[in-house]
């Protein structure tokens, strides 16, 4: 069963930078695409950005972010980053990494059958 543990949240104020991390582990094939969602309070889970596995180029981003995040993956490690730099206080949400089988970037969270757990970021005024 895969499993993806999310670290690196935390609380910081309007500015700041934090990077989470999510190590995947038991991923049994090698063409797959990574992403990460947010929950804020009241709100859907939606999509922050999105990386294939296979081509660290072919990244996508929700137009929020564009600019301030930068997503990445480190093969090697089985891990992926968001670097997050100028935070805003809307970016305060739970954050959660996610895997779906295939090359193909998508934003749609029902194709992504693996969550991690979640890890929440605070972003004060």
């Known amino acids: 069963q895969v499993q993806l543990v999310e670290s690196g949240g935390g609380s910081v104020q309007a500015g700041g930078s934090l990077r989470l991390s999510c190590a995947a582990s038991?991923?049994?094939?090698?063409?797959?695409?990574m992403g990460w969602f947010r929950r804020a309070p009241g709100k859907e889970r939606d999509v922050v950005a999105i990386?294939?596995?296979?081509?660290?180029?072919?990244?996508y981003y929700t137009d929020s972010v564009k600019g301030r995040f930068a997503i990445s993956r480190d093969i090697a490690k089985n891990t992926m980053y968001l670097r997050m730099n100028s935070l805003k206080p809307e970016d305060t949400a739970v954050y959660y990494c996610?895997?779906?089988?295939?090359?193909?970037?998508?934003?749609?969270?029902?194709?992504?059958?693996?969550w991690g757990q979640g890890i929440q970021v605070t972003v004060s005024s």
């Open positions: 996610a895997l779906k089988w295939g090359a193909l970037p998508s934003i749609d969270r029902d194709q992504y059958g693996y």
């Open positions: 038991r991923v049994p094939f090698s063409s797959y695409t």
């Open positions: 990386i294939s596995w296979n081509d660290d180029d072919n990244t």
